[in-house]
């Protein structure tokens, strides 16, 4: 066997490596449309998204996933609120400022914090956070937004702070020396060159942060409380549209009704996280493609 | 016009030890440097010549473990005194490096971003100050009517004159440069050797450079470094005819280096 034929087998086994992973993938969205669509054979796409009412089991059943949806987005952007700052300063910390021991340090635990199972953090929330905020606020319950929040702005941090920090390792030394060599000191240098200059890469990190606080299941279903009504105040309970699936699939007939709104929700589910992940690529590679941007 | 003697010395150097940990990267050099003049810095890789550039605006203070002794005098204020504040210091006296690095932002922005620093805030001024630097750095014809494009679209050649724009912007009173032209065409550095001309009737200029031609086109005073250590300083046309020490004839004329 020559050399090249050689190339050319390597190439191919590498090819139908991509290829299966490519097809599985595939198959996984086509199966979860499959299993999703029928649902509006019962209920149509409006009223499916937009419907107040989701009582899967009734009779008549009522399908509207709107509650969902919101207590999906406003665990998102709450603890999009706490983890963003959060997670941008301390890759800025850890990046730029920390002395050499601390950055080791720091990066272990904000690694550690990325590897705790999302099962303990929910725990974490129900035996700790939510007693001591029905306590504290005197609630009815203490499994509600601010305390999804929280737990899933922990679990947001981390993918902020390593996404972010890595960009702001990007920024070359040259910009930071001539900052200097200006007489600008330290903290103007990050606020008005490092920053700025690694902003693409921070958004990515931003939305990717946002989009596993938006997917993610367990810390939902266990603390943000299951009410699948319109929240009022932080105060409230929610069912977002991860915890609502995995609460209900158990028990729902196959092929039912219940059955394929969930996988509805699941799609519905998978649109918004794929328009996040779309959005961060394109703001890193808007950035890209003109070297460093105007700023 | 102040009085301007041809020996007003501006900056100088007393005994300066520089280490970086425990490696002696300069021994003894004790210099002074003349006001309105270019003094040139020669000698093979690694003799401490960029080091003891970027030791006269405290650049080196930002390197781990990098540790000075002896005084730098400006204008006969130790500038390693514990009291002087390095943000000043580098207001006073501007850098140009090696490899262009304009600021990924625009042309007017990169000029203005030192006087900002100061509170200039004034929109007019900035236009002003704007304007009078890169006539200086002699930019001005190819880039006014684009000031607000990113300075990453600029040449090669193009983003060292902004760069030493953007220096002059801060109206130093020295201005370092670091081998300015080694990253450059011949053109371009053409372009830069005469606007080093043109600068001296103003500023005061220190440049390292590898290219001894450059250091006998440009410079009227220039210093021979080897390991660490200043082995000639004597005006430039001395240097390059009749050096005083065998090795910087040896050097020179490229017996080593």
Not at chain 1, 31 to 54: A, H, N, Q, T, Y
Not at chain 1, 148 to 153: K, N, P
Not at chain 1, 225 to 252: L, T
Not at chain 2, 30 to 35: H, I, L, Q
Request: proline share 5%.
């Amino acid at each position: 066997m020559t050399r090249h034929q050689k190339e050319i087998i390597i190439k191919n086994v590498f090819f139908i490596l991509s290829l299966v992973s490519i097809l599985v993938l595939g198959l996984i969205v086509v199966f979860l449309f499959r299993e999703g669509l029928p649902v509006f054979r019962e209920v149509s796409l409006r009223d499916f998204i937009f419907g107040m009412e989701w009582y899967p089991t009734y009779s008549p059943p009522s399908y509207g996933i709107w509650p969902l949806i919101v207590g999906s987005l406003i665990v998102t952007i709450f603890s999009s609120l706490i983890a963003v700052p959060l997670g941008v300063l301390s890759a800025v910390y850890i990046s730029e400022i920390a002395p050499p021991a601390i950055k080791e340090i720091l990066k272990s635990i904000i690694e550690l914090l990325a590897g705790l199972p999302s099962v303990v953090l929910g725990f974490f929330g129900m035996v700790i956070v939510a007693p001591w905020l029905q306590e504290t606020f005197d609630l009815p319950t203490g499994l509600n937004i601010i305390n999804a929040s929280v737990i899933l702005a922990v679990m947001a941090v981390p993918t902020i702070s390593s996404i972010s920090e890595d960009a702001l390792y990007a920024v070359p030394n040259e910009f930071k020396e001539a900052s200097y060599a200006l007489g600008a000191t330290k903290f103007e240098t990050i606020a008005r060159i490092i920053v700025p200059a690694a902003l693409s890469g921070i958004s990515t990190a931003v939305i990717l942060g946002m989009a596993r606080a938006i997917g993610e299941t367990m810390v939902v279903l266990m603390v943000a409380g299951g009410a699948a009504a319109i929240p009022e105040s932080i105060f409230d309970s929610v069912r977002p549209m991860p915890a609502s699936i995995a609460a209900e699939m158990g028990e729902a007939p196959f092929r039912s009704g219940h059955y394929h709104a969930l996988f509805a929700t699941g799609i519905v589910l998978f649109l918004m996280t794929l328009a996040f992940n779309l959005v961060a690529d394109y703001i890193s590679q808007k950035f890209k493609e003109v070297g460093s941007a105007t700023l | 016009m102040e009085n301007n003697h041809l020996d007003t010395e501006i900056i100088k150097t007393k005994d300066v030890n520089f280490y970086y940990g425990a490696f002696k990267a300069l021994t003894d050099i004790t210099m002074n440097f003349e006001k309105r003049k270019v003094t040139a810095l020669i000698g093979p890789s690694g003799c401490g010549k960029s080091t003891l550039l970027r030791l006269l605006n405290r650049m080196n203070d930002l390197i781990a473990g990098a540790r000075v002794e002896g005084e730098v005098l400006f204008e006969g204020m130790n500038i390693y005194d514990p009291e002087v504040d390095p943000v000043e210091v580098r207001r006073r006296i501007g850098m140009v490096f090696q490899k262009p690095n304009p600021f990924p932002k625009s042309i007017f922005n990169n000029i203005t971003y030192g006087p900002r620093l100061t509170g200039t805030a004034n929109k007019s001024d900035l236009e002003a100050l704007a304007e009078q630097s890169l006539k200086q750095a002699v930019l001005w014809d190819e880039v006014k009517d684009i000031l607000g494009r990113s300075a990453m679209t600029l040449s090669g050649g193009q983003q060292q004159r902004l760069c030493i724009a953007r220096a002059l912007a801060m109206k130093p009173d020295i201005l370092l440069m670091d081998e300015p032209t080694s990253a450059l065409d011949p053109i371009s550095t053409a372009k830069i050797e005469e606007l080093i001309d043109e600068l001296k009737k103003s500023y005061t200029i220190i440049i390292v450079t590898h290219n001894m031609q450059q250091a006998a086109r440009i410079s009227d005073k220039t210093g021979f470094f080897y390991i660490g250590k200043l082995i000639e300083y004597n005006a430039t046309e001395k240097i390059f005819t009749n050096p005083d020490v065998k090795q910087t004839e040896d050097y020179i004329t490229g017996r080593f280096g």
